[in-house]
Nanobody, 117 residues
Framework: QVQLVESGGGLVQAGGSLRLSCAASGSIPRINAMGWYRQAPGKQRELVARIFSSGSPNYADAVKDRFTISRDYAKNMVYLQMNSLKPEDTAVYYC???????????WGQGTQVTVSS
């Protein structure tokens, strides 16, 4: 099985920045995609950003032009640089990976991001 561990969350003022990291370990024959989702209280989990093996990223409309996803698949890691943070970005952020020929999905335990006004 694969394990994903997030780090880098915390408390930041509006307009500030955070950088999240996710490390994957375990049996990883191939990483097809890695990304980030978030879930705020009372809301469904939503896609923030993901990046494919080609290097092509996609972003939720709410974070475009503010967040940047990057990855180092050789190290089984993905990152999320979050700039110009807003209070509405407050959520638990979860790392996600799709791995192997069957595109099995794995999730991390999440890291809390809190943006104060």
């Amino acid at each position: 099985q694969v394990q994903l561990v997030e780090s880098g969350g915390g408390l930041v003022q509006a307009g500030g920045s955070l950088r999240l990291s996710c490390a994957a370990s375990g049996s990883i024959p191939r990483i097809n995609a890695m990304g980030w989702y978030r879930q705020a209280p009372g809301k469904q989990r939503e896609l923030v950003a993901r990046i494919f093996s080609s290097g092509s990223p996609n972003y939720a409309d709410a974070v475009k032009d503010r967040f940047t996803i990057s990855r180092d698949y050789a190290k089984n890691m993905v990152y999320l640089q979050m700039n110009s943070l807003k209070p509405e970005d407050t959520a638990v952020y979860y790392c996600n990976a799709q791995i192997g020929s069957q595109y099995v999905t794995y999730w991390g335990q999440g890291t809390q991001v809190t943006v104060s006004s």
